[in-house]
């Protein structure tokens, strides 16, 4: 859990992020409309991150297994581990056409 911390921080990050988008572009929105796309934007990453954190955790000890098994295999089992932070990308992507585009 070193990276505890950081995840935990990026909703809070694109929650304050929501906030400060209307007021810096100029435009006046309801304060229900601007708290929701934060709230929606701030699950988008958080739960992301989760299941990012849970796939890279259990890839990362099968790989680690594997690769002790296996040497000559590091790269493909790295490969599956690199493939569960996708999620995480795609939750930020989420987050971000929440807030830019609704």
Same mark, same amino acid.
């Given at each position: ?5 950081? $995840? =935990? ?10 906030? =400060? ?6 435009? /006046?929105?309801?304060?229900?409309? +601007?708290? *929701?796309?934060? $709230?929606? *934007? ?9 299941? /990012?954190?849970? /796939? ?24 599956? $581990? ?11 992507? +989420? ?8």
């Amino acid at each position: 859990m070193r990276y505890g911390g950081m $995840v =935990s921080a990026i909703p809070l990050l694109v929650l304050v992020l929501a906030l =400060s988008i209307p007021s810096a572009v100029g435009y /006046a929105e309801e304060g229900a409309s +601007i708290i *929701a796309k934060a $709230v929606g *934007a701030a699950l988008a990453v958080g739960l992301a991150g989760l299941g /990012a954190g849970f /796939a890279v955790g259990t890839a990362g000890a099968a790989a680690a297994s594997g690769i002790v098994e296996r040497r000559e295999a590091v790269g493909p089992l790295l490969l599956i $581990v690199v493939l569960g932070e996708g999620i995480a990308i795609y939750g930020l992507l +989420i987050a971000l056409l929440v807030i830019l585009l609704l």
